[in-house]
């Protein structure tokens, strides 16, 4: 049995939502995927998310809502990581100490559990906690895991969780690094189903499934206006790059001739062995 899962690129702003809501239905329908995971970390004008954009991406289709660096820009969802009902929005698993929120979830659906993590990059970023660890002690803990602690990891354990629950594993790996990402990719592969990159809003080109069956790409790209700059106004970006002074910068608005469009990938996973098939690339608009 073959298993598809979409995975969609950072949601931004009001225009990434728009056509999400837009688009996404039908690509769950048209491709028939059995899971969709969404990050959301920009959907509050390009900074953080809401509890109203939560609503709506979970509306839309996802099952799960993964985010990132930005996840801690609006103070007043910082209770909803937490809330009831929470456990479908994910922050990075790595962060130091005990954050509100969760880094890992197990989401049975149709009898098949998917274990989606989500993970944040050191290199050119915030130097928080070792994503490679961080990784590891899901793995290795399993469902028994109430927090990650890089001091429970063990690296180089067979993956447990995979084995006794026969999850499907899923990584959405935020980072800045392409060197971070793929050496991520290799670390894991045959250790999850998918890797996959967010957080640069660019989507690469290099899909592929790795020796040992992991589908890996080293970033979704992002779910806005194709013709800003990572979905923000180009003018805007222009000026913070030639002055260096922080502009505030706003939503690229969409146009017949920059339209907005949905970016992620379509993955088909063995049920039986948890592993990669194919990957191929989605740009809808
Ligand atoms: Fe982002």
């Known amino acids: ?166 999850a499907i594993v899923l990584v959405d790996f935020h980072a800045e690094s392409t060197r971070e990402k793929e050496a991520l990719g290799f670390y894991l592969d045959g250790r999850a189903a998918v890797v996959a990159g967010t957080h640069t809003h660019v989507q690469t080109a290099d899909e592929r499934v790795l020796p040992r069956g992991t589908a890996y790409i080293t970033d979704l790209g992002m779910t806005g206006v194709s013709g800003g700059v990572i979905g923000m106004d180009a003018a805007v970006c222009q000026d913070r790059a030639r002055t260096q002074v922080l502009y505030r910068m706003t939503c690229a608005v969409p146009t017949p001739a920059q339209p907005s469009e949905l970016q992620g990938i379509l993955v088909e996973i063995d049920r039986e062995t948890g592993k990669a098939v194919s990957i191929r690339r989605l740009r809808v608009s």
């Open 1 to 166: 049995m073959v298993l598809k899962l979409i995975m969609i690129g950072d949601v931004v702003g009001e225009p990434g939502l728009a056509v999400l809501e837009k688009l996404l239905p039908s690509l769950i329908r048209d491709e028939g995927a059995d899971f969709v995971v969404v990050n959301g970390e920009n959907a509050a004008a390009g900074f953080g998310i809401t509890e109203t954009d939560k609503t709506r991406i979970l509306n839309a289709g996802a099952d799960i809502i993964t985010t990132g660096n930005h996840v801690w820009e609006k103070r007043e969802f910082w209770p909803v990581l937490d809330a009831e009902g929470g456990e479908r929005i994910l922050r990075p698993a790595n962060y130091p100490g005990k954050p509100v929120g969760r880094g890992w979830k197990l989401i049975q659906k149709n009898n098949v559990p998917w274990v989606v993590i989500n993970l944040q990059g050191r290199e050119l970023m915030t130097p928080i906690d070792c994503p490679f660890r961080a990784f590891s002690c899901v793995e290795t803990l399993g469902a028994q895991a109430t927090e990650i602690h890089p001091l429970l990891d063990t690296e180089g354990t067979i993956p447990d969780l995979l084995k006794e629950t026969g």
